[in-house]
């Protein structure tokens, strides 16, 4: 009796283990290598402004259909922060999560619906994530707002992978591995607040930038 409990609790404990999400860690980058100045009068003299993802990238073929939340923070003194800020190009504008606390369990979720695109032949897909953590306005405004420390993330609502960010100004990635868009098929993607680095003055929960590289495009 005690070698068969021993063998259940063995093959119970190998289900879970198998169950597991994924952890990924992101990896620190440069502002550099993802911002770029409109144009140059000469090479160190930059004109306009710092543009994301400057160039060809993944966004020259890849698109997002709609982006939403579980909740956002109230327009203050006409500053919105809509979900669709984090997919904006523009560093200075964040989704912020409106819950009183720290925002665990609230979300974000991109759609990618490629469902009426008659001539999409299912090449494109994603790899990596493109992130700023926090609001990113200034350095002030970030270390006032809470950033994310882990982020849980689930395809078409089935758990995908735990994420691991850093609490950096700058941006960070984080590779995923492959995920490819169907043909005639709508892919979800979701991101659950976790856990926190909690801001020095605000609890509130703040994501500048989550966008994406990917195959299918060059």
Not at 58 to 83: R, T
Not at 90 to 109: L, R, S
Not at 162 to 172: A, P
Request: charged fraction near 25%; hydrophobic fraction near 35%; aromatic fraction near 12%.
């Amino acid at each position: 009796m005690k070698i068969k409990l021993t063998i259940f609790i063995l093959a119970l404990s190998s289900t879970l283990f198998s169950q597991e999400l994924k952890i990924i860690h992101a990896v620190q980058e440069k502002d550099a290598n993802f911002f770029d100045y409109e144009d140059y009068e000469a090479p160190d003299k930059p004109i306009g402004k710092l543009i994301f993802l400057k160039g060809c990238n993944w966004y020259c073929g890849g698109s997002v259909k709609s982006i939403s939340a579980s909740s956002q923070l109230k327009e203050n003194n006409g500053i919105n922060y809509a979900p669709k800020n984090t997919h904006d190009f523009d560093k200075n504008t964040a989704w912020v999560e409106g819950k009183p606390d720290y925002g665990i369990g609230e979300f974000i979720e991109y759609r990618f619906d490629f469902s009426e695109m008659k001539d999409y032949n299912g090449g494109l897909g994603i790899n990596r994530i493109i992130l700023a953590n926090g609001y990113k306005k200034s350095k002030t405004t970030w270390k006032n707002n809470s950033r994310i420390k882990r982020l849980k993330v689930y395809l078409n609502d089935k758990p995908f992978a735990m994420l691991h960010l850093l609490d950096s100004f700058e941006i960070q990635t984080i590779d995923i591995g492959e995920i490819k868009f169907p043909v005639n098929t709508e892919t979800k993607l979701k991101f659950e607040i976790i856990q926190v680095y909690e801001g020095t003055k605000y609890k509130d929960t703040a994501i500048s930038l989550l966008m994406f590289d990917g195959i299918g495009v060059h």
